[in-house]
């Protein structure tokens, strides 16, 4: 494992947890795209099903099961715990749009036509996407949160320290998965715009707020 | 290669 994949985790876990301890302290959910948090939990869910075919080693163990319980819990937080403050009005976007399509595609573009590879590679696919239900919900109310937009900022930047693994990899291993890499860039390039606002307006004190 | 192999990515 090479130093771009290690931080790209750590990122990916200081997201996550970020999010469950936002809500949790606050006592509320308010600003958070359930339906991007449902999205992810399926992602995580139909990934890691080799957790019980295949054993990799003691730090992918950890990190699945880590990953899978917490986005569990940003759910069951969201739609039972803090549901009152759930912002269903705002939180619109019609996830069928995004599940259809890459079901469809991961039954049409995949490794190697089995049950456990086509849940893998739909949930790469689902994920290059499943953000976009909480970019909607920013862009719709105009604002988010700066600890929201700390929890997005690390998630954009687990995916892109992904793509520096990927080059890493294929450069002193000559190992590539091109469907990991095409749906990372995708990914990434998502974020993109979100980074220019983080960057330009959160990192210098101010509120994330989106031009009327 | 692009071939499936085991994921020992997460």
Request: net charge neutral; hydrophobic share 50%.
């Given at each position: ?26 006592r ?15 992602v ?25 319980a ?42 190697d ?22 970019l ?67 990192l210098?004190?101010?509120k ?5 | ?7 020992d990515?997460?």
């Amino acid at each position: 494992m090479n130093l771009f994949r290690f931080l790209g985790d750590l990122s990916h876990l200081l997201a996550i947890i970020l999010l469950l301890l936002k809500i949790w302290k606050s006592r509320s959910c308010a600003g958070i795209s359930g339906k991007s948090q449902v999205l992810f939990a399926v992602v995580f869910t139909a990934r890691y099903l080799d957790l019980f075919t295949n054993y990799i080693s003691l730090y992918n163990t950890c990190m699945k099961v880590v990953y899978i319980a917490c986005s569990f819990t940003t759910v069951w937080l969201i739609y039972s715990k803090f549901k009152a403050t759930y912002d269903g009005n705002h939180d619109t976007f019609r996830v069928e749009f995004l599940v259809v399509p890459t079901a469809i595609l991961a039954f049409l573009v995949n490794h190697d036509f089995t049950p456990l590879e086509i849940l893998w590679t739909f949930s790469i696919y689902l994920e290059s996407v499943a953000i976009l239900p909480q970019l909607f919900m920013v862009s719709k109310t105009g604002e988010a949160e700066t600890i929201t937009s700390h929890y997005l900022f690390a998630l954009g930047v687990y995916r892109t320290l992904y793509l520096f693994n990927w080059i890493w990899r294929y450069h002193f291993e000559g190992f590539f998965d091109l469907i990991a890499i095409v749906a990372g860039l995708v990914q990434t390039v998502l974020y993109c715009d979100f980074f220019y606002l983080y960057i330009t307006k959160v990192l210098k004190g101010k509120k994330l707020s989106l031009p009327a | 290669d692009s071939e499936s192999k085991p994921k020992d990515e997460l």
